[in-house]
């Protein structure tokens, strides 16, 4: 049972998150290009189309980093990349730890204890009894009929 987000996943979301900045600045290219281009006069040059491929691929990258840091942080299983529920459970296992903590914390906040609820202290159970028209039994609020004689409640 991995109890921590292993260090290959996390070298994978390094490498993707590099992708995506080589790819971010590949992206922009024809942004810088495009108008010096038009502002020097030489469109024909050749920069155009090149900048356009260079921006194809940083929108390639972009999206294959964003794919690897995914897979990366929430492992091949949990993205849903291999469909095997009892992997994902584990795979996710540090992230709904995340969340429960977070959880522990929000109670802890508001100042419950869920160790006293558990057990130790038990408060006794508060029932309202109604007592019979007939007989005087005391019976359970909800129950339509008296447990000694019988008679409707
Ligand atoms: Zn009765």
Redesign the pocket.
């Known amino acids: 049972m991995t109890r921590k987000i292993s260090d290959e996943r996390k070298g994978a979301y390094g490498i993707g998150l590099v992708l995506q900045i080589i790819g971010g600045c590949l992206f922009g290219i024809p942004f810088i290009v495009g108008p010096l281009s038009v502002m020097s006069g030489n469109i024909d040059s050749g920069a155009i189309p090149a900048a356009f491929i260079a921006a194809f691929i940083g929108f390639g990258l972009i999206v294959a980093g964003g794919f690897i840091r995914n897979v990366a942080a929430k492992g091949s299983a949990g993205s849903g990349l291999v469909l095997d529920p009892e992997k994902a459970r584990e795979d996710l296992e540090p992230w709904s730890r995340m969340g429960g903590g977070m959880v522990k914390d929000a109670l802890d906040e508001a100042d419950i204890n869920l160790n006293n609820l558990g057990g130790g202290h038990s408060v006794p159970q508060q029932v309202i009894m109604i007592k019979?028209?007939?007989?005087?039994?005391l019976?359970e609020e909800d129950s339509k009929f008296?447990?000694?004689?019988?008679?409707p409640m």
């Open positions: 019979c028209r007939e007989c005087g039994k019976n008296c447990q000694e004689c019988g008679k």
